[in-house]
């Protein structure tokens, strides 16, 4: 059975201080990882597709980086802004033509100034 | 990146009515779109595949005659909760792929959300 792992639930960070979530998956064969946003009431808003082990991609302060096994979201020198649950979410070759994803419980980051 | 909207953005209905939520892709044509649902402090739900032109696929323990689903054009699809009820209220959410030579993506709406009274 497909499955997503988000760790830690839950990150508080200080301004400035960067860090990383980390996003497991257990699928058979992997089509993309995906990585969103989501602000408190509003739809996610959509951040990195991977597709392949050892693809990186960079937005801003966010770096996203995928395994075999599992992706990081890197958060560099993170603002108050970028306080959210980011959300991962994979795509199975198993899954049907209409490319359903699978969500992850999600990583609530909360960043101080 | 490709923009989703939806309508209403929130509505309050009584116990027993039916609301209609629209999904458009505003800036680009989406055969399939997804509706999901999300409860408070947690993940998205996914709840039905939506393709223009055919029926919609429903995931396992959603009822299909409580959640219509209509995908009549390429840049519309809607969501009816018949009979609404109290355990109905949620927050909706739908999404739209997008998908060519070298990119798969999903581009979400910014959700309805639906109190039923």
């Known amino acids: 059975e497909d499955q997503v792992t988000q760790s830690p639930e839950a990150l508080r960070l200080q301004e400035g201080e960067s860090s990383s979530l980390n996003c497991s998956y257990t699928v058979s064969g992997l089509r993309g990882l995906f990585w969103y946003r989501q602000d408190p009431g509003k739809g996610p808003e959509f951040l990195f597709t991977?597709?392949?082990a050892g693809e990186e991609k960079e937005k801003e302060r966010l770096k996203a980086t995928l395994t075999k096994k599992e992706s990081f979201l890197h958060i560099t020198a993170p603002k108050p802004e970028d306080s959210a649950t980011y959300l991962c979410a994979v795509q199975p070759h198993s899954s049907d033509s209409w490319g359903k994803l699978q969500f992850g419980a999600g990583t609530q980051v909360v960043v101080t100034p | 990146g490709a923009v989703v909207s939806q309508h209403p953005s929130r509505v309050i209905c009584k116990s027993g009515t039916s609301v209609k939520i629209e999904c458009r892709s505003l800036?680009?044509?989406?055969?399939?779109m997804f509706w999901y649902r999300q409860f408070p402090k947690q993940s998205l739900m996914l709840m039905a595949t939506s393709n223009e032109g055919s029926k919609a696929t429903y995931e396992q323990g959603v009822e299909k005659d409580k959640f219509l689903i209509n995908h009549a054009s390429l840049t519309l699809s809607t969501l009816t909760v018949t009979s609404a009820h109290p355990e109905d209220s949620s927050f909706y959410i739908c999404?739209?792929?997008?998908?060519?030579?070298?990119?798969?993506?999903?581009?979400f709406g910014p959700g309805t959300r639906l109190t039923v009274l």
């Open positions: 999404s739209a792929r997008v998908l060519g030579e070298g990119y798969n993506e999903q581009f």
């Open positions: 991977l597709y392949s």
């Open positions: 800036d680009f044509q989406a055969t399939t």
